[in-house]
Nanobody, 119 residues
Framework: QAQLVESGGGLVQAGGSLKLSCAFTGRTFRSYAMGWFRQAPGKEREFVSSVRWANGDTYYADSVKGRFTISRDRRKNTVALHMNSLKPEDTAVYYC????????????WGQGTQVTVSS
């Protein structure tokens, strides 16, 4: 069974930076893509960013383009989200997920890490 463990969340002032990390363990890695999602209180979970594992293509929500950068380490099977110029509206629980080959959507999720941006 896959296990995704996020780390790096915390409290930061507006304009600051944080780096989130996600480690994959537990079974054979067969990810087509890995992504970050977030859910703010009272809101639906939303897509933030993703990276295709084979070729490194990256994708971003419009709300984070130019501020967030996703990266992957193929040797360690980890993915990171570098968040700069953080805004209070970025406050949410951030989840890491993997979209494995053979699945039509993201099929394994981490427990989430809280990011709070104060104004």
């Amino acid at each position: 069974q896959a296990q995704l463990v996020e780390s790096g969340g915390g409290l930061v002032q507006a304009g600051g930076s944080l780096k989130l990390s996600c480690a994959f363990t537990g079974r054979t890695f067969r990810s087509y893509a890995m992504g970050w999602f977030r859910q703010a209180p009272g809101k639906e979970r939303e897509f933030v960013s993703s990276v295709r594992w084979a070729n490194g293509d990256t994708y971003y929500a419009d709300s984070v383009k130019g501020r967030f950068t996703i990266s992957r380490d193929r040797r360690k099977n980890t993915v990171a989200l570098h968040m700069n110029s953080l805004k209070p509206e970025d406050t949410a629980v951030y989840y890491c997920a993997t979209h494995d080959y053979g699945h039509s959507e993201y099929n394994s999720w981490g427990q989430g890490t809280q990011v709070t941006v104060s104004s």
